[in-house]
Protein backbone atom coordinates (compact mmCIF):
# COMPACT_ATOMS: atom_id res chain seq x y z
CA UNK A 1 0.00 0.00 0.00
CA UNK A 2 1.29 3.48 -0.91
CA UNK A 3 1.92 6.29 2.24
CA UNK A 4 -0.18 8.83 0.00
CA UNK A 5 -2.86 8.05 -2.12
CA UNK A 6 -4.12 10.65 -4.10
CA UNK A 7 -6.70 10.57 -6.96
CA UNK A 8 -4.93 11.86 -10.24
CA UNK A 9 -8.00 12.98 -12.08
CA UNK A 10 -8.55 15.07 -14.28
CA UNK A 11 -11.73 16.51 -12.23
CA UNK A 12 -13.45 19.01 -14.29
CA UNK A 13 -15.82 21.18 -12.95
CA UNK A 14 -18.29 24.33 -13.96
CA UNK A 15 -17.06 27.75 -12.44
CA UNK A 16 -18.99 28.26 -9.13
CA UNK A 17 -19.16 24.37 -8.28
CA UNK A 18 -18.12 23.74 -4.83
CA UNK A 19 -14.83 21.53 -5.49
CA UNK A 20 -13.88 18.46 -3.02
CA UNK A 21 -10.08 16.88 -3.27
CA UNK A 22 -8.77 14.27 -1.22
CA UNK A 23 -6.08 11.97 0.19
CA UNK A 24 -5.86 9.18 2.17
CA UNK A 25 -2.86 7.90 3.63
CA UNK A 26 -1.53 5.01 5.60
CA UNK A 27 0.66 6.13 8.55
CA UNK A 28 -0.88 7.19 11.47
CA UNK A 29 2.65 9.13 12.51
CA UNK A 30 1.33 11.98 10.06
CA UNK A 31 1.04 14.96 12.19
CA UNK A 32 1.53 17.52 9.78
CA UNK A 33 -0.92 17.85 6.61
CA UNK A 34 -0.34 20.34 3.67
CA UNK A 35 -1.87 21.46 0.20
CA UNK A 36 -0.25 22.87 -2.54
CA UNK A 37 -0.94 24.11 -5.97
CA UNK A 38 0.83 23.48 -9.01
CA UNK A 39 -0.09 25.82 -11.93
CA UNK A 40 1.51 24.18 -15.39
CA UNK A 41 5.37 24.55 -16.02
CA UNK A 42 5.47 26.09 -12.32
CA UNK A 43 6.66 24.87 -9.18
CA UNK A 44 4.26 23.90 -6.33
CA UNK A 45 2.98 26.92 -3.88
CA UNK A 46 1.74 26.04 -0.74
CA UNK A 47 -1.90 26.39 -0.14
CA UNK A 48 -2.57 25.51 3.04
CA UNK A 49 -1.04 24.12 6.05
CA UNK A 50 -2.44 21.80 9.11
CA UNK A 51 -1.48 20.27 12.59
CA UNK A 52 -2.99 17.22 13.66
CA UNK A 53 -6.92 16.72 13.04
CA UNK A 54 -9.80 19.61 12.13
CA UNK A 55 -10.72 21.98 10.24
CA UNK A 56 -8.63 25.46 8.65
CA UNK A 57 -10.31 28.22 6.52
CA UNK A 58 -8.39 30.70 4.42
CA UNK A 59 -11.07 32.60 1.71
CA UNK A 60 -12.30 29.64 -0.27
CA UNK A 61 -10.45 27.07 0.39
CA UNK A 62 -10.88 24.98 3.71
CA UNK A 63 -8.74 21.59 4.77
CA UNK A 64 -9.87 19.41 6.87
CA UNK A 65 -8.16 16.56 8.81
CA UNK A 66 -9.21 13.57 9.92
CA UNK A 67 -6.61 11.11 11.92
CA UNK A 68 -8.99 8.64 12.55
CA UNK A 69 -9.69 7.98 9.33
CA UNK A 70 -6.37 8.77 8.11
CA UNK A 71 -8.15 10.97 5.20
CA UNK A 72 -7.41 14.80 4.46
CA UNK A 73 -9.84 16.94 2.15
CA UNK A 74 -9.72 20.23 0.37
CA UNK A 75 -12.68 22.25 -0.21
CA UNK A 76 -12.92 25.01 -2.94
CA UNK A 77 -15.55 27.15 -2.87
CA UNK A 78 -17.29 29.17 -5.96
CA UNK A 79 -14.20 27.57 -8.19
CA UNK A 80 -12.81 29.92 -10.51
CA UNK A 81 -11.19 29.43 -13.96
CA UNK A 82 -7.77 30.37 -12.04
CA UNK A 83 -8.47 27.71 -9.90
CA UNK A 84 -7.10 25.33 -12.72
CA UNK A 85 -4.18 23.50 -11.48
CA UNK A 86 -2.79 20.25 -10.07
CA UNK A 87 -3.58 20.10 -6.74
CA UNK A 88 -0.90 18.03 -4.33
CA UNK A 89 -1.05 16.81 -0.50
CA UNK A 90 1.78 16.04 1.39
CA UNK A 91 2.37 15.29 4.73
CA UNK A 92 5.04 14.41 7.53
CA UNK A 93 5.77 13.48 10.84
CA UNK A 94 6.45 15.53 13.43
CA UNK A 95 9.82 16.42 14.49
CA UNK A 96 11.20 15.12 11.26
CA UNK A 97 12.62 18.39 8.77
CA UNK A 98 12.55 16.73 5.41
CA UNK A 99 10.58 13.92 4.26
CA UNK A 100 7.61 15.60 3.11
CA UNK A 101 5.75 12.54 1.48
CA UNK A 102 3.54 13.42 -1.61
CA UNK A 103 0.49 12.46 -3.49
CA UNK A 104 0.48 11.85 -7.31
CA UNK A 105 -1.85 15.42 -7.28
CA UNK A 106 -5.21 16.08 -8.76
CA UNK A 107 -5.79 17.85 -11.96
CA UNK A 108 -8.48 20.21 -11.49
CA UNK A 109 -10.00 22.20 -14.59
CA UNK A 110 -12.73 25.12 -13.84
CA UNK A 111 -14.48 25.66 -16.91
CA UNK A 112 -16.12 29.22 -17.65
CA UNK B 1 8.58 35.70 -7.54
CA UNK B 2 8.95 32.67 -4.97
CA UNK B 3 11.87 34.00 -2.34
CA UNK B 4 13.71 30.52 -4.45
CA UNK B 5 15.40 31.08 -7.94
CA UNK B 6 16.20 28.45 -10.11
CA UNK B 7 19.14 28.52 -13.04
CA UNK B 8 18.57 27.48 -16.11
CA UNK B 9 14.62 26.77 -16.04
CA UNK B 10 15.40 24.37 -19.41
CA UNK B 11 18.38 22.32 -19.82
CA UNK B 12 18.61 19.97 -22.56
CA UNK B 13 21.85 17.66 -22.36
CA UNK B 14 23.36 14.29 -24.02
CA UNK B 15 24.29 11.24 -21.70
CA UNK B 16 27.89 12.10 -21.50
CA UNK B 17 27.55 15.66 -20.59
CA UNK B 18 27.87 17.52 -17.48
CA UNK B 19 26.05 20.05 -16.13
CA UNK B 20 24.89 21.90 -13.11
CA UNK B 21 21.73 23.32 -12.10
CA UNK B 22 21.58 26.15 -9.33
CA UNK B 23 19.32 27.34 -7.12
CA UNK B 24 19.40 30.59 -4.25
CA UNK B 25 16.91 31.13 -1.67
CA UNK B 26 16.32 34.67 -0.56
CA UNK B 27 13.88 33.97 2.19
CA UNK B 28 16.99 33.43 5.25
CA UNK B 29 15.86 29.64 5.51
CA UNK B 30 18.38 27.29 7.54
CA UNK B 31 17.55 24.19 5.33
CA UNK B 32 17.55 23.61 1.53
CA UNK B 33 16.04 20.70 -0.86
CA UNK B 34 16.15 19.00 -4.13
CA UNK B 35 13.27 17.25 -5.76
CA UNK B 36 12.20 15.31 -8.71
CA UNK B 37 9.21 15.69 -10.03
CA UNK B 38 8.18 13.05 -13.25
CA UNK B 39 5.57 12.32 -15.32
CA UNK B 40 2.66 10.48 -13.19
CA UNK B 41 4.55 9.72 -10.44
CA UNK B 42 5.05 11.78 -6.88
CA UNK B 43 7.70 14.19 -6.18
CA UNK B 44 10.28 12.52 -4.79
CA UNK B 45 13.16 14.16 -1.92
CA UNK B 46 16.09 13.68 -3.52
CA UNK B 47 18.72 15.72 -0.76
CA UNK B 48 18.30 17.72 2.49
CA UNK B 49 20.68 19.89 3.41
CA UNK B 50 20.28 21.45 6.35
CA UNK B 51 22.54 24.63 7.92
CA UNK B 52 25.02 23.40 4.77
CA UNK B 53 25.14 19.95 6.11
CA UNK B 54 23.74 16.73 4.20
CA UNK B 55 21.16 15.30 6.28
CA UNK B 56 19.42 12.79 4.20
CA UNK B 57 20.24 10.96 0.50
CA UNK B 58 17.48 9.46 -0.59
CA UNK B 59 19.14 5.92 -2.29
CA UNK B 60 20.18 8.68 -5.41
CA UNK B 61 22.59 7.53 -7.96
CA UNK B 62 25.92 8.50 -7.97
CA UNK B 63 25.48 10.85 -11.00
CA UNK B 64 23.70 12.91 -9.01
CA UNK B 65 25.79 14.61 -7.09
CA UNK B 66 24.44 17.91 -4.74
CA UNK B 67 26.67 20.60 -3.46
CA UNK B 68 25.78 23.34 -0.59
CA UNK B 69 28.05 25.89 -0.44
CA UNK B 70 26.50 28.30 1.62
CA UNK B 71 23.25 28.49 3.17
CA UNK B 72 21.53 30.21 0.58
CA UNK B 73 22.69 28.30 -2.62
CA UNK B 74 22.38 24.55 -3.57
CA UNK B 75 23.27 23.34 -6.64
CA UNK B 76 22.98 19.90 -8.41
CA UNK B 77 25.66 18.46 -10.67
CA UNK B 78 24.93 16.18 -13.40
CA UNK B 79 26.98 13.59 -14.83
CA UNK B 80 26.46 11.02 -17.86
CA UNK B 81 22.61 11.31 -17.36
CA UNK B 82 20.08 8.52 -18.90
CA UNK B 83 17.26 9.61 -20.66
CA UNK B 84 14.81 8.25 -17.95
CA UNK B 85 16.71 10.94 -15.97
CA UNK B 86 14.38 13.84 -17.86
CA UNK B 87 12.33 15.37 -15.50
CA UNK B 88 11.18 18.67 -13.51
CA UNK B 89 13.90 19.14 -10.98
CA UNK B 90 12.34 21.33 -8.39
CA UNK B 91 14.76 23.24 -5.59
CA UNK B 92 12.82 24.26 -1.80
CA UNK B 93 13.74 25.60 1.07
CA UNK B 94 12.72 25.45 4.88
CA UNK B 95 12.97 27.04 8.36
CA UNK B 96 12.62 24.31 11.06
CA UNK B 97 11.49 25.29 13.68
CA UNK B 98 13.10 22.73 16.30
CA UNK B 99 10.45 24.15 19.36
CA UNK B 100 7.16 23.52 17.14
CA UNK B 101 8.66 20.94 14.72
CA UNK B 102 6.55 23.69 12.01
CA UNK B 103 8.66 23.05 8.69
CA UNK B 104 7.14 24.71 5.79
CA UNK B 105 8.67 24.45 2.46
CA UNK B 106 8.47 26.41 -0.69
CA UNK B 107 9.37 25.58 -3.72
CA UNK B 108 10.92 27.39 -6.53
CA UNK B 109 9.63 27.57 -10.65
CA UNK B 110 12.05 24.17 -11.12
CA UNK B 111 14.55 23.52 -14.18
CA UNK B 112 12.84 21.08 -16.82
CA UNK B 113 15.80 18.78 -17.61
CA UNK B 114 15.98 16.77 -20.82
CA UNK B 115 18.13 13.99 -21.36
CA UNK B 116 18.89 12.95 -25.23
Known sequence: QKEVEQDPGPLSVPEGAIVSLNCTYSNSAFQYFMWYRQYSRKGPELLMYTYSSGNKEDGRFTAQVDKSSKYISLFIRDSQPSDSATYLCAMRMGGSQGNLIFGKGTKLSVKP | ?116
Open chain 2, 1 to 116: ETGVTQTPRHLVMGMTNKKSLKCEQHLGHNAMYWYKQSAKKPLELMFVYSLEERVENNSVPSRFSPECPNSSHLFLHLHTLQPEDSALYLCASSQFAYRTGRNTIYFGEGSWLTVV
